[in-house]
């Protein structure tokens, strides 16, 4: 590979030869958001609700999470599974929904009914699993702010929200 080269290539892992780019795969599952349900990705811990495969989810295992293309201020990263609950559509309590998207049962259902219409196993035979997980590195998260804790007169911890640009100043 003499003539391959790192420069300016778009990510760590993809080489660029002339006339060719390809990139080196890793054998760790990625899983592709296509949409931010809730603002979850923005969080060290997050819910997802995905066809269950037991062959990659396990407690544990890590995963590369690709934000939706809409979440331009989050950048792809790790995460590993800290809990898993295989279901049926009818089994999700309505608790899972509103973590999970921020919907009600019933529009979660709906949702989930129209994401996976287009499978030739009815969606009601589908056995789904219930993933929570915890980002391998939290401080990873590249947000626009950041909480920080101060003390009030009544002593009770609360947070503020600081623009991290008027903090490099």
Same mark, same amino acid.
């Given at each position: ?7 300016? /290539? ?41 066809? $269950? ?21 989050? +950048?792809?990263?790790? /995460?590993?599974?800290? $809990? ?12 899972? /929904? ?17 994401? $996976?219409?287009? +499978? ?6 589908? +056995?789904?699993? +219930? ?8 401080? /990873? ?29």
């Amino acid at each position: 590979m003499s003539n391959s080269s790192r420069i300016n /290539a778009p990510c760590p892992d993809v080489f660029i030869v002339p006339n060719l780019t390809f990139k080196i795969m890793s054998s760790t599952p990625v899983i592709k958001f296509s949409t931010n349900w809730n603002r979850k990705l923005e969080n060290n811990l997050f819910s997802s609700f995905r066809v $269950y495969n037991p062959a990659i989810h396990f407690i544990k295992n890590t995963f590369d999470i690709i934000p939706p293309p809409s979440c331009k201020h989050i +950048q792809p990263f790790q /995460a590993y599974l800290e $809990y898993i609950k295989p279901v049926f559509l009818n089994e999700v309590d309505p608790l899972f /929904a509103w973590i999970d998207t921020g919907y009600s049962l019933p529009e979660f259902t709906r949702i989930v009914l129209t994401m $996976y219409s287009k +499978q030739n196993t009815p969606v009601s035979s589908i +056995q789904f699993a +219930q993933l929570i997980f915890h980002r391998t590195d939290p401080r /990873a998260l590249n947000l626009p702010f950041h909480l920080t804790p101060y003390k009030v007169i009544d002593s009770n911890s609360q947070f503020v929200i600081f623009n991290d640009s008027k903090l490099n100043n």
